[in-house]
């Protein structure tokens, strides 16, 4: 992990403060993925900004219930 030198802002505009940065892998549905994250002690979940998504080419399928990312169509319903 690297440092940060910045503050992220929950929707509240609260200030959280950020330990550092990183790169991880990840899959969804068997799919390996890749994201820059931020690691701070206020969040924990795993969240992925519009800009991942930008870079993905993601497009969502509200009636048909699919995420498109890059060529890999996941299915947002259990």
Known sequence: ???SH???FAANKAN???FGDTVIIFSIEGHQFEAAVSVSEH???F???SDWL???G???DFAGG???LGNCVISVHQ
Do not use: I, N, R, S
């Open 6 to 8: 910045y503050t992220l």
């Open 47 to 49: 969240l992925l900004g």
């Open 1 to 3: 992990m690297t440092p």
């Open 16 to 18: 959280l403060a950020v």
């Open 58 to 60: 993601a497009k969502f």
């Open 43 to 45: 969040v924990d979940e």
């Open 54 to 56: 930008t870079k993905q």
């Open 66 to 68: 699919t995420v498109t």
